[in-house]
């Protein structure tokens, strides 16, 4: 892994507002986030792309201390807005980067402004042991380019990913609701992931009512009886309302005992779908389908991802 060293950005000028709060900036900056994207595997293959997105301020690096990091991790952590929880993506894990790539960096994705911001530590100690790695960066922003890139182009971004995201909810639904196998389902898997991204994701509300009508079409594929198939479908409103009135760590706590035969089968499904759990690990699929395009990206880059993101320029 590379690790691109991050100096203290001068000539400081404010770039972008989070709330109540400034962010700062620096030619500097820019130029050094643009050279670690071009270092980054993941990236080097769209970093003329990523460099034009810079300039055109679409993408806006910010400097901030480690205070101000740990500031907004348990910010964005606490909010308890659906909309936050839509908008924003945390990805932050480990202790030193050189351990684990995703330290030091987060990327917001504001769907209001459509920007996507990168906040930056250079929290340099003499071992250089806390400072974002090329590889925390690109990930991070990769993933939020996804974003971009569903919410820009709601009915693109269903044409373009359907084969993904029909499977990953068909692996995901079959398990949960016991469905059995027939050539009529994946039309009504279509439907529902469609109502959650449109009806949901895209207008910020949760329509838990439209979910629920959503889940009678299933009813003709499940194995399982009236009653218990009706429980699993509330249990789902229950857990999907959980996720957006409670912070991550709440929800997390009370998912993961007595949701766990919802949750788990998020990680199995991503295995199977994708051959691999994505490293931020598994929740907003539940409701958002974007995430399940963001966590495919964060397995791997494909031709499909490259043009997604290259679109956005």
């Not at 993408?59 to 936050?84: A, E, H, N, W």
């Not at 990953?168 to 079959?174: A, M």
């Not at 449109?198 to 299933?218: D, S």
């Not at 598994?282 to 997604?308: A, W």
């Given at each position: 892994?590379?690790?691109?060293?991050?100096?203290?950005?001068?000539?400081?000028?404010?770039?972008?507002?989070?709330?109540?709060?400034?962010?700062?900036?620096?030619?500097?900056?820019?130029?050094?986030?643009?050279?670690?994207?071009?270092?980054?595997?993941?990236?080097?293959?769209?970093?003329?792309?990523?460099?034009?997105?810079?300039?055109?301020?679409?993408?806006?690096?910010?400097?901030?201390?480690?205070?101000?990091?740990?500031?907004?991790?348990?910010?964005?952590s606490q909010d308890t807005s659906g909309g936050l929880l839509r908008i924003l993506r945390i990805i932050i894990a480990g202790k030193k980067p050189l351990d684990h790539p995703l330290d030091w960096c987060i990327a917001l994705y504001d769907f209001d402004n459509n920007k996507i911001l990168i906040l930056i530590s250079n929290h340099i100690t003499e071992r250089f042991?806390?400072?974002?790695?090329?590889?925390?960066?690109?990930?991070?922003?990769?993933?939020?380019?996804?974003?971009?890139?569903?919410?820009?182009?709601?009915?693109?971004?269903?044409?373009?990913?359907?084969?993904?995201?029909?499977?990953?909810?068909?692996?995901?639904?079959?398990?949960?609701?016991?469905?059995?196998?027939?050539?009529?389902?994946?039309?009504?898997?279509?439907?529902?992931?469609?109502?959650?991204?449109?009806?949901?994701?895209?207008?910020?509300?949760?329509?838990?009512?439209?979910?629920?009508?959503?889940?009678?079409?299933?009813?003709?594929?499940?194995?399982?009886?009236?009653?218990?198939?009706?429980?699993?479908?509330?249990?789902?409103?229950?857990?999907?309302?959980?996720?957006?009135?409670?912070?991550?760590?709440?929800?997390?706590?009370?998912?993961?005992?007595?949701?766990?035969?919802?949750?788990?089968?998020?990680?199995?499904?991503?295995?199977?779908?994708?051959?691999?759990?994505?490293?931020?690990?598994?929740?907003?699929?539940?409701?958002?389908?974007?995430?399940?395009?963001?966590?495919?990206?964060?397995?791997?880059?494909?031709?499909?991802?490259?043009?997604?993101?290259?679109?956005?320029?």
């Amino acid at each position: 892994m590379i690790q691109e060293i991050f100096a203290l950005p001068i000539a400081l000028q404010p770039v972008a507002t989070l709330g109540d709060m400034t962010l700062y900036g620096s030619q500097t900056l820019n130029d050094r986030f643009i050279q670690s994207i071009k270092l980054a595997k993941r990236t080097r293959n769209i970093s003329d792309s990523i460099e034009k997105l810079v300039i055109n301020k679409t993408v806006i690096p910010c400097f901030i201390d480690p205070g101000m990091l740990t500031y907004f991790k348990r910010r964005i952590s606490q909010d308890t807005s659906g909309g936050l929880l839509r908008i924003l993506r945390i990805i932050i894990a480990g202790k030193k980067p050189l351990d684990h790539p995703l330290d030091w960096c987060i990327a917001l994705y504001d769907f209001d402004n459509n920007k996507i911001l990168i906040l930056i530590s250079n929290h340099i100690t003499e071992r250089f042991s806390l400072t974002a790695s090329n590889e925390s960066l690109a990930l991070s922003l990769t993933h939020e380019l996804m974003h971009m890139f569903a919410h820009k182009n709601p009915n693109r971004f269903l044409s373009f990913f359907k084969e993904e995201l029909t499977l990953f909810y068909k692996i995901y639904y079959t398990e949960i609701f016991k469905l059995k196998d027939d050539k009529n389902l994946e039309p009504v898997i279509e439907s529902i992931y469609k109502t959650l991204f449109l009806k949901c994701e895209m207008t910020n509300e949760i329509l838990l009512a439209a979910i629920y009508r959503q889940f009678q079409k299933l009813k003709p594929f499940t194995e399982m009886d009236s009653s218990d198939f009706k429980i699993r479908s509330i249990e789902y409103l229950r857990v999907v309302r959980l996720l957006t009135i409670n912070d991550i760590s709440s929800f997390v706590s009370i998912a993961k005992v007595k949701y766990k035969h919802l949750m788990k089968p998020l990680y199995t499904t991503y295995k199977i779908a994708f051959g691999r759990i994505p490293l931020k690990g598994c929740l907003q699929e539940l409701v958002y389908p974007s995430e399940v395009i963001c966590g495919y990206s964060d397995i791997k880059i494909t031709p499909k991802i490259k043009t997604s993101i290259q679109s956005l320029v």
